[in-house]
Nanobody, 115 residues
Framework: QVQLAESGGGLVQPGGSLRLSCSAS????????MAWFRQAPGKERDNVAT???????SYADSVKGRFTISRDYAKNTLYLQMNSLKPEDTAVYYC?????????WGQGTLVTVSS
């Protein structure tokens, strides 16, 4: 059973930065895709950024140029570097992984952008 654990959330002022981490219980080498989603209060869970097995990445329009998704195979960890944060980025951020058969989700980490 794959387990994903997010960390790095917290309170940050507008314009600030945070880096989220997602540690997997096993190797992430063979995952078809890993991604970050977020869910704001009263809204649906939306895809923020995805990294595919070949290394290609994609981003939601709202975060392009500000967020960067990356992974470290040696540490079995997925990252989301978030810069120039805005109040509308406030949400619970979830890590996601797909191994070709199953979807896996982390428990989420709260990011609050406020002055």
């Amino acid at each position: 059973q794959v387990q994903l654990a997010e960390s790095g959330g917290g309170l940050v002022q507008p314009g600030g930065s945070l880096r989220l981490s997602c540690s997997a219980s096993g190797s992430i080498f063979s995952y078809n895709a890993m991604a970050w989603f977020r869910q704001a209060p009263g809204k649906e869970r939306d895809n923020v950024a995805t990294i595919h097995i070949g290394g290609s990445t994609s981003y939601a329009d709202s975060v392009k140029g500000r967020f960067t998704i990356s992974r470290d195979y040696a540490k079995n960890t997925l990252y989301l570097q978030m810069n120039s944060l805005k109040p509308e980025d406030t949400a619970v951020y979830y890590c996601y992984a797909n191994n070709g058969r199953y979807d896996y989700w982390g428990q989420g980490t709260l990011v609050t952008v406020s002055s």
